[in-house]
């Protein structure tokens, strides 16, 4: 079957491959793959994994096959599934069943697709920095997959929300999606205003000045480290403060029974109309390499899905 596999020789480090076909071990699905989204951290860190590995988390599909033990799902059903092995920009696809969600039938598969990674870290982060109704809430990178959802869910909540965008370009996704935008390079430079809530997936040069922008008895979730950077902070930026400064990783942080739950919440929110997705561009996984390098280089708004 084909499949996109790390290679470290390739920039980004990926390549179209003839692979063997997978088979579920016990408590995992076979799903035929309808659609796969892409995240800008599982190609960076597609260069670290041995040659020929299979990537990829996110996959919306059927199921073809079922593992021992396996009885909540029949074959044929359609799902949505978080791959914590990696192995969705495949044709055939395996993940464990208790990371895998029914898919309403109302929730096409290039949406579906968009929300394991993207979404449940968006809904995950909102929780574990308890933002409520009239927080002021600063989120990074809002013009992005997992910014776009973030910006949705914490206006549903009746939160303040500030959307930080590189550029006027890329603002316009984050006031469509119902934020206030801070144009903003993600730098290192200072940072306007002051928030309650700072959801960060930049890291590097910017965890300072946000620090600095947080409000006394704020918190802070940092999610990712886009500027794949150290970060250099004095701690006197945060402690005096009282702020409390979390690290998120949808794999360590969300239990799969949790994980389930929000993956339906959403599938069902995305088929009533009330959680837009964007999808900017889809490629078929053969033609799929020219777009995930866009998607890479920061020429994407919203989501990049891969299809059969």
């Known amino acids: 079957m084909r499949a996109l596999v790390a290679d470290p020789a390739a ?18 699905l076979l799903l035929d793959m ?3 989204s892409v995240n800008r951290g599982e190609i960076r860190s597609a260069a670290k994994q041995p040659p020929g590995t299979v990537i990829g988390w996110d996959v919306a599909g059927t199921v073809a096959a079922l593992g021992e033990g396996v009885t909540q799902f ?7 599934a978080l791959s914590p092995d990696a192995g969705a920009f495949a044709e055939r696809v395996v993940v464990p069943a208790e990371w895998t969600a029914p898919l309403p039938a109302a929730c096409d598969f290039v949406t579906a697709a968009t929300l394991p990674v993207a979404g449940v870290t968006a809904a995950g982060i909102l929780r574990l ?29 009746n939160a303040t929300v500030t959307g930080q965008a590189r550029s006027e370009e890329r603002a316009g996704a984050v006031r469509a999606a119902g934020a206030e ?39 802070m979730v940092v999610y990712g480290n886009s500027a794949d950077a150290p970060s250099t902070f004095r701690v006197e930026s945060f402690y005096p403060k009282g702020i409390t400064i979390f690290g998120f990783r949808v794999f360590t942080s969300v239990p799969p029974t949790q994980i389930v739950r929000d993956m339906a919440a959403l599938a069902d929110q995305a088929a009533a109309g009330t959680l837009q997705v964007t999808v900017q561009a889809t490629a078929p996984l053969a ?22």
Do not use: C, W
């Open 11 to 28: 920039s980004p480090a990926l390549s179209l491959a003839d692979v063997p076909e997978p088979s579920p071990g016990p408590g995992e």
């Open 74 to 80: 029949d074959t044929g059903e359609r799902v949505v």
């Open 181 to 219: 935008v801070l144009v903003h390079p993600g730098d290192g430079s200072p940072v306007d205003g002051e928030f309650d809530v700072v959801l960060d997936g930049i890291g590097g040069p910017m965890l300072g000045p946000l620090l600095d922008a947080t409000a006394r008895n704020g918190r």
């Open 287 to 308: 033609e799929a390499l020219p777009l995930i390098a866009d998607l890479y280089a920061r020429k994407v708004t919203g989501k990049v899905v891969l299809t059969r």
């Open 34 to 36: 309808e659609a796969a």
């Open 129 to 157: 920095a308890r933002a409520h109704a009239g927080d002021r809430v600063l989120v990074t990178g809002a013009a992005g997959g997992v910014g776009q959802f973030i910006v949705q869910l914490a206006v549903a909540a």
